[in-house]
T-cell receptor, first 112, second 115 residues
Framework: GNSVTQMEGPVTLSEEAFLTINCTYTATGYPSLFWYVQYPGEGLQLLLKATKADDKGSNKGFEATYRKETTSFHLEKGSVQVSDSAVYFC???????????FGTGTKLQVIP | EAQVTQNPRYLITVTGKKLTVTCSQNMNHEYMSWYRQDPGLGLRQIYY???????DKGDVPEGYKVSRKEKRNFPLILESPSPNQTSLYFCASSLKPGNHLYGYTFGSGTRLTVV
């Protein structure tokens, strides 16, 4: 079946540090890949996406590159801010399937 | 503003007392879905709907019902809530089934406590 594995959190970083949150996937076929962010007390918001191999999704300073050879979609940001503190979910979706498969989420805490 | 609206945001109820969590979207999306979020388990799909009058079970449908009489509304019904249904619930919608290119728009969540 399809699955998404994320690094366990929480991840604690100082402001302006470099962020990487690892995500790998297993899928039958060629999925679209997504990162969602959940700020405290809110629903999930789509952060970025990539729909084919070697695509790079980017938004709000975050980036992730669809790596088919390593089945990965790691989230990166060069300089995190306190306002980036949230839970980040990696997810995949396959054409013809009705469901999005989510990872378990990685909590990021950025301290001043 | 394009959005998915859930109500209520917080709900405390007693075991066995029927309740409904409402979900409405204003984007003319065909696809709607309910998820529950639990610590360490991530998001698990409860039910989904491909369009009006078309609903189907997700991964954890036991104890829940849904209906899709209108395109914009997708209520979640707990006929006889139990404490193991204490959770954070999210409604989500997407332009088309499959979400392959579009991703979801999520509601703000409903935190349900069953005592």
């Amino acid at each position: 079946g399809n699955s998404v594995t994320q690094m366990e959190g929480p991840v604690t970083l100082s402001e302006e540090a470099f962020l990487t949150i690892n995500c790998t996937y297993t899928a039958t076929g060629y999925p679209s890949l997504f990162w969602y962010v959940q700020y405290p007390g809110e629903g999930l918001q789509l952060l970025l996406k990539a729909t084919k191999a070697d695509d790079k999704g980017s938004n709000k300073g975050f980036e992730a590159t669809y790596r088919k050879e390593t089945t990965s979609f790691h989230l990166e940001k060069g300089s995190v801010q306190v306002s980036d503190s949230a839970v980040y979910f990696c997810a995949l979706s396959l054409e013809g399937y009705q469901k999005v498969t989510f990872g378990t989420g990685t909590k990021l805490q950025v301290i001043p | 503003e394009a959005q998915v609206t859930q109500n209520p945001r917080y709900l405390i109820t007693v075991t066995g007392k029927k309740l409904t969590v409402t979900c409405s979207q204003n984007m003319n999306h065909e696809y709607m879905s309910w998820y529950r979020q639990d610590p360490g388990l991530g998001l698990r799909q409860i039910y989904y709907s491909m369009n009006v009058e078309v609903t189907d079970k997700g991964d954890v449908p036991e104890g829940y019902k849904v209906s899709r009489k209108e395109k914009r509304n997708f209520p979640l019904i707990l006929e006889s809530p139990s404490p193991n249904q204490t959770s954070l619930y999210f409604c989500a919608s997407s332009l088309k089934p499959g979400n392959h290119l579009y991703g979801y728009t999520f509601g703000s969540g409903t935190r349900l406590t069953v005592v």
